[in-house]
């Protein structure tokens, strides 16, 4: 009604296909902003939650090294993550901890110099794990209070759970197979699951399919003129998880440490202490592969999880029995531009049409597709920020909480 004050409506169906965190994130905001989670479906196409990069990754969280583009969304982000941990026992809950970041070179060039920050005394400033190094030239890549870690997978529970309390609806086993517009503006999706068909109402779907996002969206959309640009960069990364069962991880002062040195096969690799003890050892491929068809069809290249496991060696920790947790490879989400897009795309475009229906009020909870896609390494750290942003979007709620105009661009 014109002149009338537009409210965040709580009943218009919203779908997000994607049960990773950005997804979940998206959810979470979106129901806390409508003080309900009723009318929001999750359609998840695995038959279990979290089985890509969102329950895989390592969890490092920082507020620096963002695109510029990104820097607003990035430091939104680490705020709200800082809030939920302190407001939900994320210290318990999901293991979130100040962490020390640092680079380490080979002893050749241990040149103090070439230490970028002042670390104090150099032999204590190296996590207790990793002295066998300490002749090594460091740099601090981030200070504790720039950095943090979570354990992702305990996180994207917390948010489940959170999202189930407030009513969301999550479908397992899933997909949406077709969107119902009419006159211009989406009506409706077709769900498939385990064989039966079923209509859902839906005024605004959400892509949040991590890497899958582009095969979503050409396959609901096959005359769209926006694609998403895939990176032809390695997205996918390797990682094992040890535990040293003498190691106390209390020895360290609460701290965990993100420590980067030389692999054995010439490129970085990452080992961060986590605080019940076992460490994370990441890295990246070195060539890229075809994306598989579903989070389980992804699995850990042994020979690269054999060289990864050698690195253990590097942890200081006398003759423990260094036991292998768990060995896996999960694939990021990323661009050829190497920015997220948290973007509204018009109708039109994904129909490949031009509709000349009245557009009178549509800016304002317009409803129609929307994109949380392209996080790529940074998908951990930007999912509260990216959730809050596309609530906003969503809603139409201006300003929104963060400047996310120069990601949008396809
Ligand atoms: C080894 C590794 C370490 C990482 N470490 C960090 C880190 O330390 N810090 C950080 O910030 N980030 C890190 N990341 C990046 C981060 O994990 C990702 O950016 C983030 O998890 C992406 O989340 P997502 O929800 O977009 O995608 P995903 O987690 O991939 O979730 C997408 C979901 O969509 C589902 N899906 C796919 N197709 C369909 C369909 N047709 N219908 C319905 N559902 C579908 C999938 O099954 C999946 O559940 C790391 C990534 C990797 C691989």
């Excluded at 309390?165 to 949406?176: C, N, P």
């Excluded at 009419?182 to 779907?205: D, K, P, Q």
């Excluded at 095969?215 to 535990?243: A, D, E």
Aim: aromatic fraction near 6%; charge should be negative; hydrophobic fraction near 35%.
């Amino acid at each position: 009604m014109a002149g009338e004050k537009k409210t965040f409506s709580r009943d218009r169906p919203v779908v997000i296909i994607g049960g990773g965190i950005i997804g979940f994130s998206t959810a979470y905001c979106l129901s806390l902003a409508r003080k309900t989670g009723r009318f929001i479906t999750i359609v998840e196409k695995s038959s279990t939650l979290f089985t890509g990069a969102s329950g895989k990754a390592n969890g490092i969280l920082g507020d620096y090294g963002f695109k510029p583009e990104a820097e607003s969304l990035g430091k939104l982000s680490w705020e709200l993550h800082q809030q939920l941990a302190s407001q939900h026992g994320g210290r318990t809950a999901w293991g979130y901890r100040d962490v020390i970041i640092l680079d380490l070179h080979h002893a050749a060039s241990s040149d103090p110099s070439e230490v970028a920050f002042s670390l104090g005394n150099p032999p204590s400033s190296l996590p207790t794990w990793c002295r066998r190094y300490e002749k090594h030239a460091r740099t601090l890549t981030s200070k504790h209070e720039h950095a943090a870690r979570l354990d992702p997978a305990q996180f994207c529970e917390f948010l489940r759970k959170e999202c189930v309390e407030m009513g969301v609806e999550i479908l397992l086993d899933a997909t949406v197979q077709s969107v119902g517009v009419e006159n211009g503006s989406l009506e409706r999706v077709a769900i498939e699951r385990m064989g039966n068909r079923r209509t859902l109402e839906c005024h605004s779907l959400v892509i949040a399919a991590g890497p899958w996002s582009e095969t979503v969206l050409s396959g609901l959309f096959p005359n769209s003129r926006v694609r998403i640009p895939s990176s032809k960069q390695p997205s996918s990364g390797n990682y094992i998880v040890i535990k040293v069962p003498k190691w106390d991880s209390r020895k360290d002062t609460g701290v965990c440490h993100q420590v980067y040195l030389e692999g054995p096969f010439g490129h970085k690799v990452d080992i961060s202490s986590r605080p019940d003890g076992t460490f994370y050892v990441g890295g990246d491929l070195p060539a890229q592969e075809e994306l598989p068809g579903s989070t389980g069809d992804v699995q850990p290249q042994v020979e690269y999880v054999r060289q990864m496991e050698t690195l253990q060696t590097v942890l200081s920790l006398s003759s423990d029995e260094v036991e292998i947790m768990d060995t896996g490879r999960a694939d990021r989400p990323c661009l050829d531009h190497g920015r997220p897009v948290v973007a509204h795309i018009p109708l039109d475009d994904l129909l490949g049409i031009t509709y000349r229906g009245s557009t009178e009020g549509r800016e304002v909870e317009q409803g129609g597709v929307y994109l949380n896609v392209g996080h790529g390494r940074d998908g951990i750290t930007l999912a509260p920020g990216s959730g809050q942003v596309m609530s906003e979007l969503i809603g139409g709620i201006r300003p929104m909480s963060a400047d996310v105009s120069s990601l949008g661009s396809l």
